[in-house]
Structures are given as C-alpha cells and as structure tokens.
C-alpha cells in the first residue's frame, strides 16, 4: 500500500508540475501580448464609435419620492426613463438604466452603474409639483483636473466641466420644444461619484407666463414633448462627443 501510494504521489505531482507549467507559459503569452499592444478582450467588443447613454431613475422600492398628482415621484420617473429608453434606442444609442422596476437602489450603486457602463451621457430623472418647467442640475463640485485614482464621492469634479456641456445642450433642445428651463447647481450624492457627463433632470408642471399651470406631470402631450426634447439633445451630444460627425 505505501509503495503505492508513493507511485501515486508522484504521478501527481508530476501531472501538477505539467499544468502548473503549461498555466506559466500562456500566462506569459499573455503577458507579451500586452507587452505589444495587443487589445484587450473588452477593448475588441466594444465597438469605437459606441455610444452610452446611462438613464437612472430617481427614487424605488422603499423610497417613494414626492406625491405627485396621486401618483408616488418613484412611479413617474421610472415611466418616463422607459419612454426616454425607448426614443434613445430608436437613435441608435445605447442605454443603460440603474432600475427597470421598482426597486430600491442606493446612491452609491447608481454611480456604480454610470461607471461600468463607461457612459458619455447619465440623466438622474427626477419629478416635482413644485416650480415650472424643467429643472436642470449640475454638481457644485469644484472643477479638479482628472485623475488616475479619483476620491469616489467627489469623482465628479473632474467631469463637471463637461457636465455643464451637456446641461447647456439639454437647456437649448427644451427651449426650443417650448419648455421654460431652470439651471442651478447643487449636491447630488448620486452623481457626485459618477464618472461622466451627468446631469439631474426634474421636471415640473408646465406653466403659463401668469403662473397658472397648463400642462400638469400627468399630462401625456407635456411627457411625449419634454421626452422627446430630452431624446433630441442627446443625439446632439453624441454628435458633439464625435466631433460633429454622425454614423
């Protein structure tokens, strides 16, 4: 019995000692690949010209936002980012959601979300019965110059810039669909840990020059045109983001 285990034993180590050396040379295989240039497996599926557009919306699950019009914010904001998906993904454009249910999703895992999918755009839908028009926010972080290693809850300082690019794009595509547009800049824990181009989007119910309210959230026509206009700018800043050219 000892004899033959003792074969064994060396058999086994003899076949462990073949695989360990086999793994040693494609890791070094790999290694000279890379040593060469060649592209990552990611890189090589991930098309050049591939445009991400990140739709998160607000509020889910245990958070139900404000109430507005009877409905909880949380219902509304996921509806218009399944409408939004849907005119995006007509464009051409890629689009990732942070929630496609109601469900509760933290800060923290929103910009998870926006900073996998690598995204050119992120637009944080909110909703509110107060104001008129649409609210557009951009972080109030400082400006820093980018980074190989960001803080994570303020890593959106060195795309605020950029940020406010989009806001400016966004403003114009709803001024030009008749919606009145307020800028400002605050706090927003989700986005403050994105890294890209992201902006708060709130919409509120549509008013007329003498305050009173025209067009309220459940309005489908104020949807259809504040969606559409949202859609619009962002196949602008696509276009910007490739330099003017188109596919």
Sequence with gaps: MRGRMRISRQFFSARLFERMRRIGSLTAAIAALFAAGAPSVFAQTQPANRFVVVLDAAHGGADSGARLDGEPEKTYTLALSVKLRSLLTARGIDVVTTRESD????????AAVADRANAQACLSLHASASGTGVHLFVSSLAPVQAAAMLPWKTAQAAWTSRSLGLAGVLNSALMHAGVTVTLG???LPAIDSMTCPA????????????????SGLADPDYQARVADALAAALVEWRSEERGGREP
Excluded: K, L
């Design 103 to 110: 469900v509760t999703v933290d800060p923290a895992q929103r």
């Design 185 to 187: 800049r605050v706090a």
């Design 199 to 214: 902006v708060a989007v709130e919409i509120a119910p549509e008013q007329s020059s003498n305050g009173s309210a025209t």
